[in-house]
């Protein structure tokens, strides 16, 4: 609102359009980003597959109280290593602690969740691993 300027009004309807395309679009960049890092998850899935498993993530990530894009884009990249459903598999009960660990700062239980699994599993340094959040 700008003085003696139109005011805009938006509908909810037009907000939820709105939000949608900022999740598509978060959606697009993660589905590139595992592609580059897991190429043959990702064939073998194709777009759709993909598609809905970082929708899976999404719903998942948000149940731990992950919200931004980052954090998110992380417990995808743990799904696509683990399994979608690795948070429930009792053979991955020390990923769901971490995961669950209270008064850590925001971001800090999912990067010491991926940083303990990498340890384990002995993938070395997750350089790889920058996905870059846009701003919205």
Not at 64 to 77: E, L, M, N, P, T
Request: with cysteine; charged share 25%; net charge negative.
């Amino acid at each position: 609102f700008r003085p003696g300027g139109a005011v805009m009004i938006v509908r909810a309807s037009q907000l939820r359009q709105m939000e949608s395309s900022v999740y598509l679009e978060f959606e697009k960049r993660v589905t590139t980003w595992l592609a580059t890092i897991f190429p043959d998850d990702c064939h073998w899935l194709g777009p759709q597959g993909t598609a809905e498993r970082i929708r899976h993530s999404v719903q998942v990530a948000a149940r731990y109280g992950f919200s931004s894009q980052r954090d998110i884009a992380s417990f995808a990249y743990l799904s696509f290593l683990l399994g979608p459903n690795f948070d429930a598999e009792e053979r991955y009960s020390w990923v769901r602690q971490i995961l669950k660990r209270p008064n850590l700062p925001p971001g800090a239980p999912i990067d010491q969740a991926v940083d303990e699994v990498a340890a384990r599993l002995d993938l070395g340094p997750l350089e790889s691993l920058d996905f870059e959040e846009d701003e919205l």
